[in-house]
Protein backbone atom coordinates (compact mmCIF):
# COMPACT_ATOMS: atom_id res chain seq x y z
CA UNK A 1 0.00 0.00 0.00
CA UNK A 2 0.87 3.41 -0.56
CA UNK A 3 0.43 6.58 1.15
CA UNK A 4 0.00 10.55 1.28
CA UNK A 5 0.32 12.31 4.14
CA UNK A 6 2.44 13.54 7.28
CA UNK A 7 4.58 10.92 8.70
CA UNK A 8 5.85 11.49 12.45
CA UNK A 9 8.25 8.52 13.12
CA UNK A 10 7.51 6.82 10.80
CA UNK A 11 3.26 7.02 11.20
CA UNK A 12 0.78 9.33 9.26
CA UNK A 13 -0.80 11.92 11.57
CA UNK A 14 -3.54 13.98 10.67
CA UNK A 15 -4.93 14.37 6.83
CA UNK A 16 -3.74 11.59 4.91
CA UNK A 17 -5.05 9.37 1.85
CA UNK A 18 -4.21 5.40 1.48
CA UNK A 19 -3.78 3.43 -1.54
CA UNK A 20 -3.60 0.00 -3.06
CA UNK A 21 -1.05 -1.63 -5.03
CA UNK A 22 -2.81 -0.59 -8.36
CA UNK A 23 -2.69 3.34 -7.00
CA UNK A 24 -6.49 2.90 -6.42
CA UNK A 25 -7.95 5.08 -3.35
CA UNK A 26 -8.81 3.08 -0.45
CA UNK A 27 -9.08 5.46 2.57
CA UNK A 28 -9.42 9.63 2.75
CA UNK A 29 -9.37 11.21 5.99
CA UNK A 30 -7.68 11.55 9.22
CA UNK A 31 -5.12 9.01 10.98
CA UNK A 32 -3.81 8.92 14.32
CA UNK A 33 -0.30 7.06 14.81
CA UNK A 34 -1.15 5.37 10.99
CA UNK A 35 -4.53 4.71 12.08
CA UNK A 36 -8.00 5.62 10.92
CA UNK A 37 -9.27 7.48 13.03
CA UNK A 38 -11.85 10.80 13.32
CA UNK A 39 -13.71 11.19 10.05
CA UNK A 40 -12.82 9.73 6.93
CA UNK A 41 -13.92 7.71 4.07
CA UNK A 42 -13.76 3.91 2.94
CA UNK A 43 -13.19 2.79 -1.15
CA UNK A 44 -13.54 -0.41 -2.66
CA UNK A 45 -11.79 -0.59 -6.14
CA UNK A 46 -11.87 3.13 -6.49
CA UNK A 47 -15.46 3.00 -5.44
CA UNK A 48 -16.71 4.52 -2.11
CA UNK A 49 -18.41 2.14 0.79
CA UNK A 50 -18.41 4.17 3.90
CA UNK A 51 -17.62 7.69 5.03
CA UNK A 52 -18.09 8.63 8.91
CA UNK A 53 -16.06 8.19 11.93
CA UNK A 54 -13.47 5.40 12.51
CA UNK A 55 -11.29 5.26 16.09
CA UNK A 56 -8.34 2.38 16.37
CA UNK A 57 -8.76 1.81 12.64
CA UNK A 58 -12.01 0.56 12.73
CA UNK A 59 -15.28 1.78 11.38
CA UNK A 60 -16.92 3.63 14.77
CA UNK A 61 -20.01 5.92 15.39
CA UNK A 62 -22.03 7.40 13.18
CA UNK A 63 -21.72 6.93 9.08
CA UNK A 64 -23.12 5.99 5.99
CA UNK A 65 -22.54 2.82 3.67
CA UNK A 66 -22.87 2.40 0.25
CA UNK A 67 -23.37 -0.20 -1.96
CA UNK A 68 -22.18 -0.20 -5.64
CA UNK A 69 -22.46 3.64 -5.13
CA UNK A 70 -25.91 3.75 -3.75
CA UNK A 71 -26.68 4.47 -0.04
CA UNK A 72 -27.40 1.08 1.92
CA UNK A 73 -27.33 2.33 5.49
CA UNK A 74 -27.02 5.43 7.69
CA UNK A 75 -26.66 5.49 11.15
CA UNK A 76 -24.45 4.22 14.08
CA UNK A 77 -21.47 1.64 13.66
CA UNK A 78 -19.82 -0.59 16.06
CA UNK A 79 -15.93 -1.76 14.26
CA UNK A 80 -17.69 -2.50 11.22
CA UNK A 81 -21.24 -3.38 12.02
CA UNK A 82 -24.59 -2.12 12.33
CA UNK A 83 -25.00 -0.95 15.77
CA UNK A 84 -27.69 1.48 17.30
CA UNK A 85 -30.16 3.55 15.93
CA UNK A 86 -30.01 3.45 11.72
CA UNK A 87 -31.83 3.65 9.07
CA UNK A 88 -31.67 1.03 5.70
CA UNK A 89 -32.19 1.07 2.13
CA UNK A 90 -33.40 -0.30 -0.71
CA UNK A 91 -31.04 -0.62 -3.79
CA UNK A 92 -33.45 1.97 -5.30
CA UNK A 93 -32.45 4.34 -2.80
CA UNK A 94 -36.45 3.75 -0.72
CA UNK A 95 -35.83 3.12 2.66
CA UNK A 96 -36.47 -0.50 4.05
CA UNK A 97 -36.00 -0.19 7.65
CA UNK A 98 -35.41 2.66 10.47
CA UNK A 99 -34.95 1.52 14.17
CA UNK A 100 -32.15 -0.26 16.45
CA UNK A 101 -29.27 -2.63 14.65
CA UNK A 102 -27.21 -5.47 16.64
CA UNK A 103 -24.60 -7.39 15.15
CA UNK A 104 -25.80 -5.46 11.93
CA UNK A 105 -29.39 -7.44 12.17
CA UNK A 106 -32.77 -5.37 13.26
CA UNK A 107 -33.07 -5.75 16.98
CA UNK A 108 -35.41 -4.00 19.47
CA UNK A 109 -37.66 -1.43 17.93
CA UNK A 110 -37.70 -0.11 14.55
CA UNK A 111 -40.20 0.02 11.31
CA UNK A 112 -39.59 -2.21 8.25
CA UNK A 113 -41.19 -0.58 4.40
CA UNK A 114 -42.27 -1.92 1.58
CA UNK A 115 -40.21 -0.73 -1.58
CA UNK A 116 -43.09 2.01 -2.38
CA UNK A 117 -42.40 3.45 1.05
CA UNK A 118 -45.68 2.17 2.96
CA UNK A 119 -44.98 0.52 6.40
CA UNK A 120 -44.50 -3.14 5.98
CA UNK A 121 -44.41 -4.13 9.68
CA UNK A 122 -43.87 -1.99 13.18
CA UNK A 123 -42.90 -3.75 16.10
CA UNK A 124 -39.86 -5.44 17.76
CA UNK A 125 -37.27 -7.64 16.37
CA UNK A 126 -34.77 -10.10 17.42
CA UNK A 127 -31.83 -11.13 15.27
CA UNK A 128 -33.39 -9.65 12.02
CA UNK A 129 -37.17 -10.98 12.28
CA UNK A 130 -40.40 -10.20 13.79
CA UNK A 131 -40.36 -11.08 17.40
CA UNK A 132 -42.74 -9.79 20.21
CA UNK A 133 -45.23 -7.17 19.46
CA UNK A 134 -46.23 -5.65 16.68
CA UNK A 135 -48.13 -4.64 13.46
CA UNK A 136 -48.13 -5.72 9.89
CA UNK A 137 -49.26 -4.21 6.90
CA UNK A 138 -49.99 -5.42 3.20
CA UNK A 139 -48.14 -3.33 -0.04
CA UNK A 140 -51.33 -1.16 -0.35
CA UNK A 141 -51.52 -0.10 3.46
CA UNK A 142 -54.03 -2.62 4.58
CA UNK A 143 -53.54 -4.10 7.95
CA UNK A 144 -52.76 -7.82 8.00
CA UNK A 145 -52.14 -8.82 11.50
CA UNK A 146 -51.79 -7.11 15.00
CA UNK A 147 -50.48 -9.20 17.93
CA UNK A 148 -47.86 -11.61 19.06
CA UNK A 149 -44.68 -12.97 17.03
CA UNK A 150 -41.82 -15.36 17.67
CA UNK A 151 -39.14 -16.08 14.62
CA UNK A 152 -41.34 -14.27 12.59
CA UNK A 153 -44.47 -16.01 12.54
CA UNK A 154 -47.58 -15.41 14.22
CA UNK A 155 -47.66 -16.83 17.76
CA UNK A 156 -49.60 -16.25 20.61
CA UNK A 157 -52.97 -13.33 20.96
CA UNK A 158 -53.41 -11.92 17.74
CA UNK A 159 -55.76 -10.26 15.05
CA UNK A 160 -55.80 -11.50 11.40
CA UNK A 161 -56.84 -9.11 9.03
CA UNK A 162 -57.93 -10.55 5.17
CA UNK A 163 -56.58 -7.86 1.42
CA UNK A 164 -59.35 -5.67 1.97
CA UNK A 165 -58.17 -5.19 5.68
CA UNK A 166 -61.12 -6.88 7.36
CA UNK A 167 -60.95 -8.91 10.55
CA UNK A 168 -61.12 -12.48 9.70
CA UNK A 169 -59.93 -13.89 12.94
CA UNK A 170 -59.10 -12.84 16.24
CA UNK A 171 -57.55 -15.19 18.92
CA UNK A 172 -54.24 -17.18 19.83
CA UNK A 173 -51.70 -18.71 16.92
CA UNK A 174 -48.70 -21.07 17.02
CA UNK A 175 -46.10 -21.11 14.07
CA UNK A 176 -48.37 -18.81 12.11
CA UNK A 177 -51.66 -20.89 12.68
CA UNK A 178 -54.59 -20.79 14.85
CA UNK A 179 -54.54 -22.52 17.55
CA UNK A 180 -56.60 -22.71 20.43
CA UNK A 181 -59.70 -20.28 21.40
CA UNK A 182 -60.42 -17.90 18.45
CA UNK A 183 -63.24 -16.64 16.84
CA UNK A 184 -63.78 -16.65 13.08
CA UNK A 185 -65.31 -13.35 11.27
CA UNK A 186 -67.16 -14.32 7.56
CA UNK A 187 -67.45 -12.33 5.06
CA UNK A 188 -71.81 -12.31 5.80
CA UNK A 189 -71.29 -10.94 8.81
CA UNK A 190 -71.33 -14.15 11.16
CA UNK A 191 -68.95 -15.20 13.86
CA UNK A 192 -67.82 -18.68 14.68
CA UNK A 193 -66.41 -19.42 17.90
CA UNK A 194 -64.39 -22.72 18.39
CA UNK A 195 -60.98 -24.14 19.85
CA UNK A 196 -58.33 -24.85 16.99
CA UNK A 197 -55.74 -27.07 16.31
CA UNK A 198 -53.05 -26.50 13.17
CA UNK A 199 -55.53 -23.92 11.93
CA UNK A 200 -58.51 -26.23 11.47
CA UNK A 201 -61.14 -26.24 14.19
CA UNK A 202 -61.77 -29.08 16.90
CA UNK A 203 -64.83 -30.51 18.75
CA UNK A 204 -67.46 -28.26 19.06
CA UNK A 205 -68.07 -24.17 17.65
CA UNK A 206 -70.61 -22.04 18.39
CA UNK A 207 -71.81 -19.93 15.11
CA UNK A 208 -73.26 -16.89 15.78
CA UNK A 209 -75.68 -15.29 13.19
CA UNK A 210 -76.77 -11.20 13.37
CA UNK A 211 -75.17 -11.91 16.82
CA UNK A 212 -76.96 -14.02 18.03
CA UNK A 213 -75.96 -18.17 18.51
CA UNK A 214 -77.37 -19.75 15.52
CA UNK A 215 -75.70 -23.22 15.86
CA UNK A 216 -74.20 -24.69 19.57
CA UNK A 217 -72.13 -28.58 18.46
CA UNK A 218 -70.20 -30.41 16.50
CA UNK A 219 -68.09 -29.82 13.41
CA UNK A 220 -66.01 -31.60 10.97
CA UNK A 221 -63.74 -28.19 10.80
CA UNK A 222 -66.16 -25.58 10.11
CA UNK A 223 -69.36 -27.76 8.71
CA UNK A 224 -71.66 -28.65 11.86
CA UNK A 225 -71.40 -32.60 11.95
CA UNK A 226 -72.34 -34.46 14.62
CA UNK A 227 -75.13 -33.91 17.73
CA UNK A 228 -75.50 -30.17 17.71
CA UNK A 229 -78.53 -27.59 18.31
CA UNK A 230 -80.24 -24.86 16.19
CA UNK A 231 -81.40 -21.88 17.38
CA UNK A 232 -84.20 -19.89 16.17
CA UNK A 233 -83.64 -15.74 16.45
CA UNK A 234 -85.51 -15.07 19.52
CA UNK A 235 -83.33 -17.98 21.44
CA UNK A 236 -85.55 -21.00 21.17
CA UNK A 237 -84.40 -24.38 20.10
CA UNK A 238 -85.85 -25.51 16.51
CA UNK A 239 -83.92 -28.44 16.61
CA UNK A 240 -81.45 -30.78 18.72
CA UNK A 241 -80.08 -33.89 17.36
CA UNK A 242 -77.74 -34.70 14.65
CA UNK A 243 -76.03 -33.07 11.71
CA UNK A 244 -73.90 -34.89 9.01
CA UNK A 245 -71.98 -32.14 7.13
CA UNK A 246 -74.03 -29.76 7.67
CA UNK A 247 -77.62 -31.49 6.83
CA UNK A 248 -79.86 -32.49 9.76
CA UNK A 249 -80.59 -35.98 10.37
CA UNK A 250 -83.81 -36.73 9.20
CA UNK A 251 -84.30 -39.57 11.80
CA UNK A 252 -84.22 -37.05 14.15
CA UNK A 253 -86.70 -35.19 12.39
CA UNK A 254 -89.36 -38.19 12.45
CA UNK A 255 -89.08 -38.24 16.38
Excluded at 60 to 69: E, I, K, L, R
Excluded at 94 to 104: D, E, N, R
Excluded at 119 to 138: A, D, I, N, P, Q
Aim: hydrophobic share 25%.
Amino acid sequence: PMYRGTLEEGLLQGKGEEYDEDGLLTYAGNFVDGLHSGNGSLYEAGVLVYEGQFSNGEINGMGVAYTDGVICYQGAFVEGVYEGSGTAYYPSGAKAYTGSFSAGLYEGEGTEYHENGKVRYKGTFSEGVYSGEGTEYSENGQLRYKGAYVNGLYEGEGTAYDEDGRMCYKGTFSAGLYEGSGTLYLDTGDQIQAEFAAGVSTGTIQWYHGGRLWYDGGADDLTPDGFGTLYLENGKVIYAGDFDQGTLDGAWLLT
